[in-house]
Nanobody
Framework: VQLQASGGGLVQAGGSLRLSCAGS????????IGWFRQAPGKEREGVSC????????YYNNSIQGRFTIARDNSKNTVYLEINSLKPEDTAVYYC???????????????????WGKGTQVTVSS
């Protein structure tokens, strides 16, 4: 059972990235899947999450509509599209799953029950 985040890189401010969270050994559609990030010296924070029940999406208010989360069940993958990147978006981005609970809707990383390795996003000014 694995979650693998990928798609990070070094981009200039104003650019875009699409991060992927691929699952293996289980079906992502059976779980709430969230994206979280941790910048150097800062606490981990919730970015976005997508519910398993109705596909409802949740976003951190600070990202101001620049992020879009979506599922592709045929690829067992959840994506996070990030537009208008800012230097303050620089962080390691992680995806995680939740079977039941409210961690997804509240973007509470402490409630997610399984994590993948992160992918580094670096935004230059």
């Amino acid at each position: 059972v694995q979650l693998q985040a990928s798609g990070g890189g070094l981009v200039q401010a104003g650019g875009s990235l699409r991060l992927s969270c691929a699952g293996s050994g289980f079906t992502l559609d059976n779980y709430n899947i969230g994206w979280f990030r941790q910048a150097p010296g800062k606490e981990r924070e919730g970015v976005s999450c997508i519910s398993k029940t109705n596909g409802r999406t949740y976003y951190n208010n600070s990202i101001q509509g620049r992020f879009t989360i979506a599922r592709d069940n045929s690829k067992n993958t959840v994506y996070l599209e990030i537009n208008s990147l800012k230097p303050e978006d620089t962080a390691v981005y992680y995806c995680a799953r939740e079977m039941w609970g409210s961690a997804c809707s509240s973007l509470d990383w402490t409630g997610m029950d399984f994590w993948g390795k992160g992918t580094q996003v670096t935004v230059s000014s």
